[in-house]
């Protein structure tokens, strides 16, 4: 955003005619070549975005309006299509009408329920865990190095690895979780979490905030730490209570970390396809939106419908995204900071 | 797995010393790579039949394990196929992918032309493509009822369950019996019931059994929504939180097979792998049960035919290597290593009447007959579109056991997505 902002100023430059001519050529002159020198700075890096983020992506939504299958996508003989994978209008021998397509199908809105779903509970839960977190982490303690050390540890293992060690934690027959539940009588028959449809999603969520929380409290504990300590002092002399002085100073002067945490998370928790793919069966209960443009590519090889999935996937986070930047306010760019 | 590539990386420095010994006369040793989904003891035993092959020729085979999943192998293969990858000299390959991956596979007609007629020849069958012999056998499968012989006794039952229903009942009696005994953990019934490709295995039994077809019939037809269908799904619907436990929903062949051996389950339905793994040493049910035919419904036991292939892929760089090692790993003598080793059925007919197999693995002779009442999945009506009926069945079923759907329901639906994908 901001280099963006840089070029039009400059370009803007010459035309305002400066009062000391020789002087302000030579700023121009100057100004340019930083600009020039930004870009060629940048170059490296735009093009790694052009080659791994800018063309896969225009690939897909271009497969999206084929009938490409994983016979014919490295081969090109796939064919233009249309918006038929998005909707389309089919007439049965019977003269009964049909519509199709990923837009009209019940289970791709599922799965989007799902994904919402999910996104808005795990990063509510974590936004309250990893706030708390915080706050402990920010007080004066002795080995207050070691506990945040090691607090990050669920957010530095592997999700394959932690979704593993959890199905085995949740398995309803030698599962650690049902062992101890039962021993201390909570329940008295084994529950199978992960397979049972009325408990999967809630073993999804349990695993991802268990291993994402710490992230949450790391960008949160990051603001506080910026809220001068004076702050603090001045509300400790004018006896202000604790949740009052959280409430009105805390809150207000973290509120871009959170933003920012909160914007990181959502993204995340969008596009979840590891965790649910390995921990649960691919039941209706969870199966997300990536997991279902995964079959569609992956399992049944249909390139055309699953780039549709993984279109509607991306617009819908955009979607998302620009909601929140709309009703939070961010300021991404950080101009107005 | 780190045993394994240590292995390997001791076996191609010693192929390396061979190579040098006889420098002149020996071609360059090669490294043949077989890519292979792994189950139970699946890595030691390749490295063990692989061996006198690397003797004989001074080349290497590596194996490149893969998940336990048949469907995510097969997406990952058909993508490395379609994209021409030359990485993988071998592929193991299911009994239903050869229709939909035979564009890829180099014909074996020829290179097994002396051998071809010893094998049973439904598989080879299953295995030709429009005259291209896409893929040679290594073992076939057909699963199994194990049953545990000293429950069957305990409760005074002298046969195995020749019905669906019988099996349901004694499930039941056993249950209840060593629950009372203070074991709380103990389950009448284990299956695969997660929502993956053996979901599709177990559910066409039932339904077969029950005389309600095989989903898609030989000739194209939609057979699936019908009343012995919808019976037998009830009836598999019926054993969840009964007698099979509440995660069955989520079990696969390995889930299953762990409730089993550690001695907490009456029956299971399970592949002959499970076999030689259950009479092994750290198992609690050793000597402790047999095997038999899968119940009936009414209509005949049927079992889902399985099996694996050995498959030449013609991207790779040393393909006439390659169809040397996959015509060893098909020859009588893999086979037989393989029957004695870890039960699996050898495609040979003539391994049938084998003493030592006779003798060590009394299961496999028993087993010819189990091939007469096989049923093939419908992967040779549905073509390329395979996998999505597959998908489409098994998550039906699966919504059925979960009791998200009715059978009746289900089966409605599922017809009209079956159209959907085939027309």
Not at chain 1, 44 to 60: E, G, T, Y
Not at chain 1, 163 to 181: P, S, T
């Amino acid at each position: 955003m901001s280099h963006a902002d840089m070029v039009p100023e400059a370009a803007n430059a010459p035309k305002s005619p400066p009062p000391e001519v020789n002087a302000g050529s030579g700023e121009a002159e100057l100004q340019r070549q930083r600009i020039r020198a930004a870009y060629l700075f940048l170059l490296p890096m735009l093009v790694m975005l052009a080659l791994v983020a800018a063309w896969p992506l225009f690939r897909s939504i271009a497969f999206s309006f084929t009938d490409a299958s994983a016979n014919t996508i490295f081969n090109g003989e796939s064919e233009w299509v249309g918006f038929d994978n998005y909707v389309e209008r089919s007439v049965r021998s019977n003269g009964e009408v049909r519509w199709r397509g990923v837009l009209v199908d019940g289970d791709w809105w599922n799965a989007v329920w799902n994904t919402v779903r999910f996104s808005l509970v795990s990063v509510g839960l974590e936004l309250v865990l990893g706030m708390l977190v915080a706050l402990v982490l920010n007080a004066e303690f002795k080995g207050r190095g070691l506990v945040r050390a090691a607090i990050l540890i669920p957010w530095a293992i592997p999700t394959v690895v932690s979704a593993r060690m959890w199905g085995w934690m949740l398995n309803d027959q030698f599962g650690v979780i049902n062992y101890m539940m039962m021993g201390v009588g909570l329940i008295d028959r084994p529950i199978a979490w992960t397979a049972s449809s009325d408990t999967a999603m809630i073993a999804v969520l349990i695993v991802d905030v268990w291993k994402t929380t710490p992230f949450m409290a790391l960008l949160i504990l990051a603001g506080l730490q910026m809220v001068p300590r004076d702050m603090y002092e001045a509300a400790k002399i004018d006896g202000i209570h604790p949740v009052k002085v959280f409430f009105k100073v805390t809150l207000p002067l973290i509120r871009p970390a959170i933003l920012v945490a909160v914007i990181f998370r959502a993204l995340d928790a969008l596009r979840i396809f590891d965790l649910i793919y390995l921990l649960t069966p691919q039941s209706d209960s969870t199966v997300t939106m990536s997991v279902l443009s995964y079959r569609e590519l992956q399992q049944f090889g249909d390139y055309g419908e699953g780039s549709t999935m993984s279109t509607l996937l991306f617009l819908i986070i955009t979607g998302f995204v620009l909601l929140y930047l709309k009703i939070g306010r961010v300021d991404l760019a950080g101009d107005k900071g | 797995m780190t045993k394994s590539i240590r292995a390997a990386s001791l076996r191609s420095t010693t192929a390396f010393a061979i190579t040098l010994a006889g420098l002149g006369t020996v071609a360059a040793a090669e490294e043949i790579t077989v890519v292979s989904g792994a189950v139970g003891n699946a890595i030691e035993e390749f490295d063990r039949i692989v061996a006198p092959w690397e003797e004989r020729t001074g080349h290497t085979a590596v194996l490149v394990p893969m998940p336990a999943s048949t469907t995510d192998q097969f997406g990952q293969y058909r993508l490395w196929l379609a994209a021409g990858n030359g990485d993988i000299d071998l592929y193991q390959t299911d009994v239903i992918w050869a229709p939909q991956l035979a564009e890829h596979f180099v014909d074996l007609s020829e290179a097994a032309a002396d051998v071809i007629d010893d094998h049973f020849p439904s598989i080879i069958e299953s295995q030709t493509v429009e005259g291209k012999l896409v893929a040679m056998p290594i073992y076939t499968d057909a699963p199994a009822l194990y049953y545990r012989t000293d429950m069957l006794e305990k409760y005074g039952f002298d046969a195995p369950p020749e019905t669906w229903e019988e099996l349901t009942s004694m499930a039941q009696t056993i249950q209840e019996g060593e629950r009372n005994d203070g074991n709380g953990e103990f389950w009448g019934f284990v299956f695969q019931g997660n929502s993956y490709e053996g979901l599709t295995c177990n559910a066409l039994e039932w339904v077969k059994s029950y005389g309600g077809g095989q989903i898609v019939e030989a000739d194209g037809t939609i057979s699936i929504n019908n009343e012995q269908a919808v019976a037998a799904l009830e009836q598999a619907a019926s054993w969840v939180g009964t007698i099979a436990p509440d995660g069955v929903v989520s079990y696969q062949e390995e889930e299953a097979r762990g409730v089993w051996q550690t001695g907490n389950a009456a029956f299971m339905r399970n592949w002959p792998y499970a076999y030689s793994l259950g009479n092994g040493e750290d198992s609690a049910v050793a000597g402790l049960f047999d095997v038999t035919t899968l119940p009936t419904g009414g209509e005949g036991s049927a079992a889902t035919l399985g099996g694996w292939n050995i498959a030449v892929s013609q991207y790779g760089d040393n393909i006439d290597i390659a169809t040397d090692l996959a015509m060893y790993l098909a020859s009588e003598e893999a086979q037989k290593m393989r029957a004695l080793n870890s039960t699996n059925l050898p495609t040979i007919q003539s391994l049938y009447s084998d003493p030592e197999i006779a003798e060590q693995q009394p299961i496999i002779p028993r087993w010819e007959e189990v091939f007469l009442s096989a049923v093939p999945r419908p992967s040779a009506p549905t073509q390329e579109d395979y996998n999505e009926v597959s998908t489409a069945f098994f998550s039906a079923v699966h919504s059925v056991l979960t009791g998200e759907e009715d059978a009746a329901t289900a089966l409605e639906d599922l017809e009209l997505d079956l159209e959907d994908i085939l027309e």
